[in-house]
């Protein structure tokens, strides 16, 4: 192969936003695609870096991200949203005393969370503040979004979320951003690819967080069907008798859409020292084992850590 050839190859090779900047998708490894770092519950009203100490929580979540390191991790997808305590500096940090990749986010989430400019807030200007953040930057940084972060309430979706959903459409569509959406209901999921249908987003561009926390199969084969990816990211050591057979029976009708991580962490804005961490290292650790124990080969489990989020996660040509 020429190096004209190689050039060419490489530059058309999708890539995935960290926060050091592009990364090819290759290079990704084995991915967490639904974790937190810092997590801050008091409201988009309160909710600012001046409410914890950023060495404190670095000294913290460091051997967090150094055991999943240790177990194999390359990529953590930090999902806390802007006001819930969004911080790419920190994120930086961490990636550079660990090595690992960190993707982090723009847009909003819900409720208390949102704040007031939000609450009135047109699509159109929706979709402004988040491709701005985009193109220039977040918090003040030369750190940018490598997905979109929303959520949606009901069923039904309220009207403010279905602003939230179009905006987050017209965003992804602007700058070729996937987007995560916080949804455990199913049928708000259903709901959301209809708006995300009416502005010409291709469904696949969706990965629905915390499916596996929607108990009707018939709802997953639903979102599936129509291109979604399903995010069975609440696993835990507690549930894992329950979860991983949901997994495994999903992976079997649906493993090229499916996405598994933890939602673990965090350091809890205004508890001692952060308060009872979840670790990122045991999925990586143990999937694997379960995954044979139900008579899958290894080769799932490089699809739902390596292969599904590389394609998930990856930039779309705008």
Not at 17 to 41: A, Y
Not at 53 to 74: H, I, K, N, S, T
Request: aromatic fraction near 6%; hydrophobic fraction near 45%.
């Amino acid at each position: 192969m020429s190096w004209l050839s190689l050039l060419s190859l490489l530059a058309s090779e999708p890539v995935v936003e960290t926060v050091n900047g592009p990364l090819p998708v290759s290079q990704l490894g084995r991915v967490l695609v639904h974790e937190h770092i810092l997590v801050d519950f008091g409201g988009a009203a309160v909710a600012s870096p001046d409410r914890y100490e950023a060495d404190e929580v670095f000294a913290v979540m460091l051997p967090q991200v150094q055991a999943a390191r240790a177990a194999g991790v390359q990529t953590i997808v930090e999902c806390t949203p802007r006001h819930l305590g969004r911080d790419p500096r920190l994120l930086r940090r961490l990636s550079a005393a660990t090595g690992v990749h960190f993707v982090t986010n723009t847009g909003l989430y819900q409720g208390t969370f949102l704040p007031a400019w939000a609450t009135t807030a047109t699509v159109e200007e929706l979709t402004a503040a988040w491709t701005a953040e985009a193109r220039d930057g977040l918090d003040g940084t030369d750190c940018r979004p490598g997905f979109i972060k929303i959520a949606v309430d009901g069923p039904p979706i309220s009207a403010l979320q279905q602003r939230v959903v179009r905006a987050a459409a017209r965003t992804s569509l602007a700058t070729g951003l996937p987007i995560t959406m916080h949804c455990p209901r199913g049928q708000s999921a259903l709901q959301a690819l209809d708006l995300l249908a009416a502005e010409q987003c291709p469904a696949q561009r969706l990965m629905v967080a915390h499916a596996d926390a929607e108990p009707d199969p018939t709802l997953h084969d639903q979102l599936a069907a129509r291109g979604a990816w399903l995010s069975f990211d609440g696993l835990r050591e507690a549930n894992a008798a329950l979860r991983l057979p949901l997994v495994v029976a999903t992976w079997r009708r649906w493993g090229a859409q499916l996405l598994v991580s933890q939602d673990a962490g965090w350091y809890h804005v205004g508890e001692p020292r952060g308060g009872t961490l979840a670790p990122f290292d045991w999925l990586p650790r143990t999937l694997l084992g379960h995954l044979r124990a139900a008579g899958l080969e290894g080769a799932a489990e490089a699809q739902l850590l390596i292969a599904n989020p590389a394609r998930a996660l990856s930039k779309a040509q705008t």
